[in-house]
């Protein structure tokens, strides 16, 4: 698994509160790169939030962890499974309704909410209070944001899935993004607006200081569900863990 030593974009939120204005602009750009290939290969990626947004050491971003991904998304069929980060997390999914892409881009406006007013757009002392504000809160929106920025996030916050920008019109044609070159960001050929501090290919400098704390362990095995498994999965496999040869000889 390659090492991206820039950090996620939570770590650097944290570190700013928010981002000026076009730094926010080129993430969110080469995040709309990202998922409109995921969703062109009929993948609907479902955890989209500043946590998942990482960054190399050259400053370009690179969407991380597909564990709750959809898989096989093509034409009318869609996706019911109630799951997501709870603040990102669609109405239509709170819902109980079928859905598909349309998920992905509320959760991009959640984030490009972040990236540029430095909080959430919904609020709640526990879960169930932050769904209800995800449900009917309309978001604030300080005076001080573009009007194209506003605008923007009022079309990706859209709570009807089939009028959300992203679902449909051409979000890379929106005002939001008229000084982004689509063709030479598409090819990396645009400067990062930001270089994370590397320096080394194993720097890990840029990373929450919590999280390099803890320790290193194997997860629990379980003899009979390994047994239970079939490891012709496995097979021509060069390297086994010593651990795991151990646990198979017991």
């Given at each position: 698994?390659?090492f991206l030593s820039g950090g996620d974009l939570m770590y650097h939120i944290q570190d700013k509160g928010r981002f000026e204005l076009y730094r926010a602009m080129f993430y969110a750009a080469e995040i709309i790169c990202g998922l409109q290939f995921l969703h062109s290969k009929g993948v609907i990626y479902r955890d989209l939030k500043l946590d998942n947004v990482m960054l190399d050491r050259t400053g370009h971003i690179k969407?991380?962890?597909?564990?709750?991904?959809?898989?096989?998304?093509?034409?009318?069929?869609?996706?019911?499974?109630?799951?997501?980060?709870?603040?990102?997390?669609?109405?239509?999914?709170?819902?109980?309704?079928?859905?598909?892409?349309?998920?992905?881009?509320?959760?991009?406006?959640?984030?490009?909410?972040?990236?540029?007013?430095?909080?959430?757009?919904?609020?709640?002392?526990?879960?169930?209070?932050?769904?209800?504000?995800?449900?009917?809160?309309?978001?604030?929106?300080?005076?001080?944001?573009?009007?194209?920025?506003?605008?923007?996030?009022?079309?990706?916050?859209?709570?009807?899935?089939?009028?959300?920008?992203?679902?449909?019109?051409?979000?890379?044609?929106?005002?939001?993004?008229?000084?982004?070159?689509?063709?030479?960001?598409?090819?990396?050929?645009?400067?990062?607006?930001?270089?994370?501090?590397?320096?080394?290919?194993?720097?890990?400098?840029?990373?929450?200081?919590?999280?390099?704390?803890?320790?290193?362990?194997?997860?629990?095995?379980?003899?009979?569900?390994?047994?239970?498994?079939?490891?012709?999965?496995?097979?021509?496999?060069?390297?086994?863990?010593?651990?795991?040869?151990?646990?198979?000889?017991?």
């Open positions: 698994m390659e969407i991380a962890d597909f564990g709750m991904c959809k898989e096989n998304i093509f034409g009318e069929k869609q996706a019911s499974t109630f799951c997501g980060t709870p603040d990102y997390i669609a109405p239509e999914i709170l819902q109980g309704l079928k859905y598909s892409f349309s998920v992905d881009w509320w959760s991009f406006g959640v984030l490009l909410y972040e990236m540029l007013i430095g909080q959430s757009p919904f609020h709640g002392d526990d879960e169930d209070e932050l769904f209800e504000s995800i449900r009917v809160d309309t978001p604030h929106y300080p005076r001080w944001i573009t009007k194209e920025s506003k605008d923007i996030l009022e079309k990706l916050l859209e709570r009807d899935p089939t009028k959300r920008l992203g679902v449909t019109g051409n979000i890379k044609i929106h005002p939001f993004f008229k000084t982004i070159n689509w063709t030479l960001l598409e090819k990396r050929l645009v400067e990062p607006p930001f270089r994370p501090k590397v320096k080394s290919s194993g720097d890990y400098s840029n990373f929450d200081q919590e999280f390099l704390n803890e320790k290193a362990r194997l997860s629990y095995s379980d003899k009979n569900l390994i047994d239970s498994m079939d490891q012709r999965a496995f097979a021509g496999f060069s390297f086994v863990n010593p651990n795991f040869e151990r646990l198979l000889e017991k």
